[in-house]
């Protein structure tokens, strides 16, 4: 049975006024805020409905349909809120009620991920399927993207969702059945993943997370506002020192990366292990994937020190006065580097098909190299962009 959940945003926006009065102060505010902005996209999602095209069934047939973006957009909204509660906990977790704070982070990250599986898979698809088509001639070569007058970095994809998926019909035989493989493969996955996410947000588990989140967006437990025992009375109420360390950990892992390598635009690293029987993902990427997920709270750290603003598009990053536009980089830098590994992994995983033509076979182990040559190609990027000197926005 559905629980009720409180919601703030219904309240008088008093809370979203002063600035933070001392830094225990920033932590709450920003808990908070991010509590709020889950809830928002948790009542757009209760007033689109649990289905893909934004209506329930039995509306459906009376009221025109939502935008097809409607359910994209609030699952990506509701993530990001997660993601960023997630990973502040885990950074500020000594300022935090203990007990409150490892309870609470391991659900947010498991919505987070729960919710961001279809995406993923739908993305994956698409970025292949146009490789495919470029690989084989059969479409232009990609233009390059904008550049971002505000920042002068480059602008982010445009959040409406792919058209239709590339024409494989001047395809060679090899290629299109590679390419109907591919989609057979991954959208029977996208499929299963929208089927857990609906799950997901039905489910009793869920609603222990938003009645949580919603007690968050009016209360913050923090440890000093407890009983007084020794450990909370020895809590530091400094975020500088916590927030450094983020930073200390951040720099030591990509002091561990092979940059000296990555600054070479190509090199013959983006095949090591392609022959491999093992399915498990490429093993160089995995120290490449942690960095990303300590910038990640690197930023989100940021945000706290610095009071960002929570108000943002759908598909965007906070629009605030201290982005850091090397960090904004080197980010998207990495996410590149994560999407073109898993779609090489989902590449070889293809071939791994029993009883495939020999032609989608090589079909299928053309698409794979092009793939690790992307991530070299965001491993370069990122290291570019990672020694440049730090650059804030006015």
């Known amino acids: 049975m559905a629980q009720r959940h409180l919601d703030p945003t219904d309240r008088a926006p008093a809370e979203a006024v002063a600035p933070p009065a001392s830094d225990t102060d920033a932590l709450a505010s920003y808990l908070r805020a991010q509590a709020t902005e889950f809830l928002r996209a948790l009542r757009r999602h209760r007033e689109s409905g649990?289905?893909?095209?934004?209506?329930?069934?039995?509306?459906?047939?009376?009221?025109?349909?939502?935008?097809?973006?409607?359910?994209?957009?609030?699952?990506?909204?509701?993530?990001?809120?997660?993601?960023?509660?997630?990973?502040?906990?885990?950074?500020?977790?000594?300022?935090?009620?203990?007990?409150?704070?490892?309870?609470?982070?391991?659900?947010?990250?498991?919505?987070?991920?729960?919710?961001?599986?279809?995406?993923?898979?739908?993305?994956?698809?698409?970025?292949?399927?146009?490789?495919?088509?470029?690989?084989?001639?059969?479409?232009?070569?990609?233009?390059?993207?904008?550049?971002s007058g505000r920042t002068g970095a480059t602008a982010p994809p445009p959040t409406t969702p792919p058209t239709a998926h590339p024409d494989r019909g001047n395809l060679t035989v090899g290629a299109a059945k590679a390419g109907a493989l591919l989609d057979r493969q991954l959208t029977l996955a996208r499929t299963r993943a929208h089927s857990t996410a609906l799950q997901a947000l039905g489910s009793s588990r869920f609603h222990a997370v938003a009645d949580k989140v919603a007690l968050l967006a009016s209360e913050v437990p923090l440890r000093t506002t407890g009983p007084l025992t020794a450990p909370a009375a020895a809590a530091p109420t400094d975020l500088r020192p916590l927030a450094t360390a983020a930073e200390d950990r951040l720099t030591d892992a990509v002091a561990a990366l092979p940059l000296v390598t990555a600054g070479s635009p190509y090199n013959a690293q983006a095949l090591v292990h392609g022959l491999s029987p093992d399915p498990s993902p490429h093993p160089q990427d995995a120290p490449w994937h942690q960095v990303r997920l300590l910038l990640r709270l690197h930023r989100y750290a940021l945000e706290v020190l610095t009071g960002a603003a929570t108000g943002h598009t759908a598909g965007t990053e906070p629009d605030d006065d201290h982005a850091d536009v090397r960090l904004l980089a080197a980010g998207e830098a990495l996410d590149l580097h994560r999407d073109a590994s898993e779609a090489a992994a989902a590449a070889a995983q293809a071939a791994r098909t029993p009883r495939i033509a020999p032609a989608t076979a090589y079909a299928l182990g053309v698409l794979h190299a092009d793939q690790r040559h992307e991530v070299e190609a965001a491993r370069y990027a990122f290291q570019h962009s990672w020694h440049k000197e730090p650059i804030r926005l006015p």
């Open 50 to 147: 649990a289905s893909p095209n934004g209506a329930s069934p039995a509306t459906r047939s009376a009221a025109p349909p939502a935008a097809p973006t409607a359910h994209v957009d609030t699952a990506r909204a509701l993530r990001r809120a997660a993601r960023r509660l997630s990973g502040t906990l885990h950074t500020f977790q000594p300022l935090l009620d203990a007990d409150w704070a490892e309870g609470m982070r391991p659900e947010l990250a498991w919505l987070s991920g729960t919710l961001a599986m279809e995406h993923a898979y739908a993305s994956r698809l698409d970025r292949l399927l146009q490789a495919l088509n470029r690989l084989s001639g059969s479409a232009p070569l990609p233009s390059p993207r904008p550049v």
